[in-house]
């Protein structure tokens, strides 16, 4: 029997978790190079190694026998990219795209020369360049930053010593940003193939806590004709002019003047997306996985009006019981409710699932997802010794 290509994942987070199941639908073999026993991708997919990647030989034992490599997270050294491709391995997204996602510093500049709508921005050494750039400012190390790590909103000198610290012991430079006036955020997702067949989704709504992402709903509420397809076009257009492989997540905000600026950029399958595990007809982890390997995408459509994806996030709450111990109430309560755990043990504000509701009422799907997240989390009572 011959097999399809075997496709390497770096990095077990969730995101490579939820690769499997696609993958296993597509008979697709994966790879899987863990940065420790039993993590959450660890738990599904068994042809695994554990190792460094940031080291080189670590990265051509587990692409060895491999087609194609991809992601969980982009933190895997350019330097080490550029060497697999050299061997022969299909890097993607590819070392000269990735960086973009990698180092903010870049990102802003290519975008900038693109004439894609930022953020005022500067790199920045000093107090006083942060004080000529003027306060307040949003302050963020180029590279290393997620989930709100790495990123200071500053007002004033007084605010300026741990950024400047924080960069200089990582060895990476500071961006200042502008602070932006905004009415919400956004997130446009698209999948690009090697052969340039893009799909784009709906422009979704999300809302952050503490620099981490709560909620998602797609289509954004009361965005205007002209606006969504604006945001689908710019990131259609940043896919292609960096010629991206894989899903492209970019992050936007809508200014209270009517605006968008991109944000951030993030090219993996991305946590605004994850509504369409059940909310749309091809969800972006298969489509993630059809590019990569160039095959043709899926549709990208809506199954219904409305989706909502509600993270779980780690309580801080003691003796909340095991996750699993939500679930007799969660699915008595709604039938319909599609929940996706992580295999992650719970710590305060950690991302361990997150549950998709999709419908004709919003406020229905909003109540609905909102109740399993918190019933989940401990938040309504649901103790267990």
């Known amino acids: 029997m011959t097999l399809a290509p075997t496709l390497a994942i770096i990095g077990g987070g969730q995101l490579a978790r939820m ?3 696609p993958a296993i639908a597509l008979g697709l073999p994966l790879r899987l190079l863990a940065e420790g026993e039993g993590v959450s991708a660890a738990q599904v997919i068994p042809d695994q190694m554990v190792g460094d990647y940031r080291d080189l030989d670590t990265l051509k034992k587990i692409t ?3 087609e194609v490599v991809t992601f969980d997270h982009e933190h895997v050294p350019t330097e080490h990219l550029h060497a697999l491709s050299a061997a022969g391995v299909a890097v993607r997204p590819g070392p000269d795209a990735l960086v973009h996602a990698q180092d903010k510093g870049v990102m802003r500049s290519r975008l900038t020369e693109l004439g894609i709508p930022c953020p005022r921005n500067a790199i920045v050494s000093s107090v006083a360049e942060i004080e000529s750039f003027g306060f307040p400012c949003v302050l963020k190390t180029t590279r290393g930053g997620y989930d709100g790590k790495g990123v200071w909103v500053v007002r004033g000198v007084a605010d300026v010593a741990e950024p400047l610290r924080v960069a200089e012991e990582a060895g990476v430079q500071v961006l200042a940003e502008e602070l932006v006036d905004f009415r919400r955020e956004l997130s446009a997702i698209v999948a690009r193939s090697p052969s340039g067949q893009a799909a784009a989704y709906p422009v979704v709504h999300t809302y952050q806590e503490n620099g981490v992402c709560k909620e998602v709903i797609a289509p954004a509420p009361d965005l205007s004709p002209e606006l969504a397809v604006e945001g689908e076009q710019i990131a259609l257009r ?3 002019e960096l010629g991206v492989v894989g899903i492209l997540a970019v992050e936007m905000f809508e200014t209270v003047d009517g605006r968008l600026l991109v944000n951030e950029l993030a090219m993996r399958p991305h946590n605004t997306g994850h509504w369409t595990q059940d909310g749309a007809v091809t969800s972006q982890f298969e489509n993630h996985l059809r ?4 095959l043709p995408l899926g549709s990208p459509a809506p199954r219904a009006k409305w989706s909502v994806m509600v993270n779980i996030l780690g309580s801080t709450r003691e003796n909340v019981g095991r996750l699993y111990d939500g679930y007799p109430h969660a699915m008595a309560r709604d039938s319909h409710l599609r929940v ?8 305060p504000g950690r991302k361990v699932g997150h549950v998709n509701v999709y419908g004709d009422d919003l406020d229905d799907c909003l109540e609905r997802a909102r109740h399993a997240a918190d019933w989940f989390q401990g938040d309504l009572g649901n103790d267990s010794d």
């Open 238 to 240: 940043i896919a292609g």
């Open 291 to 294: 590019a990569v390997m160039d």
């Open 19 to 21: 690769m499997a199941q």
């Open 340 to 347: 996706h755990l992580y295999g992650k043990e719970m710590r």
């Open 64 to 66: 060895e026998g491999c």
